[in-house]
């Protein structure tokens, strides 16, 4: 496969947790996420999948993240209604007003940029485009992570999700460990560290409990739960998926996360075919 096809179906698999992950906020859904079935389509896709389709867009014309190209690709293809956080539409409001994101993107928290889970959800697909070159993807998630979320934290959780679509290991101990060679020291780490501890441990929500669901939106919150899922079931998409969403907390975000990092090992072939017919396409924009 090319570095385009990984990385393809890495966002077809982010694509696919996202949308589905997401009709589970749906009230009339609750039975279906109970029994763990799928919800009648269609299955429309968030933020996540639109960011991460900008960062396919930049690397596709690019061959690496060009930071202001990226900034321009997100502000472009800004869809309000596609879930963001009230932060990120400021953000790329201001950027398609003529701000500049190496400015705006430090506002938050005193100066140091928002710790959200935004650099993360949408980061695989750059993992899957290194496959197999951690250092590199480590060092392309920092540069795409800081044109919206500069915050350490932040930068650690999309290194790490990188490195995971990149990471060849075979064993999900190996796999972690690999991952925690790239992950600075912080909150992030630290949960990923706890991660590789809770191997053993089956239940979801127990592992949840410990390492968080995203329910805070947050960077330290969300990646090392998504490690731990995406380690149980490196080459099960469909175990994957639902390991995932048992845990509930940002469900659409932490099933693209680990949908984008499975899919980066199984390719288009690893997902199953009744979901993508039902998932709503992806956008034009993203090139080949």
Not at 61 to 84: K, N, P, T, V
Not at 97 to 106: F, H, M, T
Not at 223 to 232: D, E, G, K, L, Y
Not at 261 to 269: D, H, M, Q, S, Y
Request: with cysteine; proline share 7%.
């Amino acid at each position: 496969m090319t570095a385009y096809d990984r990385a393809h179906a890495s966002l077809l698999g982010l694509a696919l947790g996202d949308a589905l992950g997401s009709q589970f906020f749906v009230p009339a859904n609750r039975s279906a996420y109970d029994a763990q079935t799928v919800p009648p389509p269609p299955w429309e896709w968030t933020d996540d999948t639109e960011m991460a389709s900008s960062v396919l867009h930049v690397l596709s014309r690019h061959g690496g993240i060009d930071q202001d190209a990226l900034a321009a690709s997100f502000a472009e293809h800004h869809d309000f209604d596609r879930g963001y956080g009230p932060s990120t539409n400021r953000l790329l409001r201001l950027i398609r007003e003529g701000g500049d994101w190496r400015v705006l993107a430090r506002e938050p928290f005193g100066g140091q940029g928002s710790w959200g889970n935004g650099a993360a959800m949408r980061v695989a697909p750059l993992g899957a485009w290194y496959a197999g070159d951690t250092g590199t993807a480590a060092r392309e998630a920092e540069l795409s992570a800081t044109v919206t979320h500069p915050h350490p934290e932040a930068v650690a959780g999309a290194v790490a999700v990188a490195v995971a679509a990149a990471c060849e290991q075979p064993t999900p101990g190996a796999f972690i460990d690999t991952i925690l060679r790239h992950v600075p020291s912080g909150s992030v780490h630290d949960g990923i560290r706890e991660a590789r501890r809770l191997l053993t441990v089956r239940d979801p929500v127990l592992a949840a409990s410990v390492l968080g669901n995203g329910r805070q939106v947050a960077a330290h919150d969300t990646v090392p739960f998504t490690i731990w899922a995406a380690a149980r079931h490196l080459d099960d998409y469909e175990r994957a998926f639902w390991t995932t969403a048992a845990a509930g907390g940002d469900i659409d975000t932490t099933c693209a996360i680990v949908g984008g990092i499975v899919a980066a090992r199984t390719g288009t072939p690893g997902l199953p075919p009744a979901w993508l017919e039902a998932c709503e396409p992806l956008p034009g924009f993203i090139g080949g």
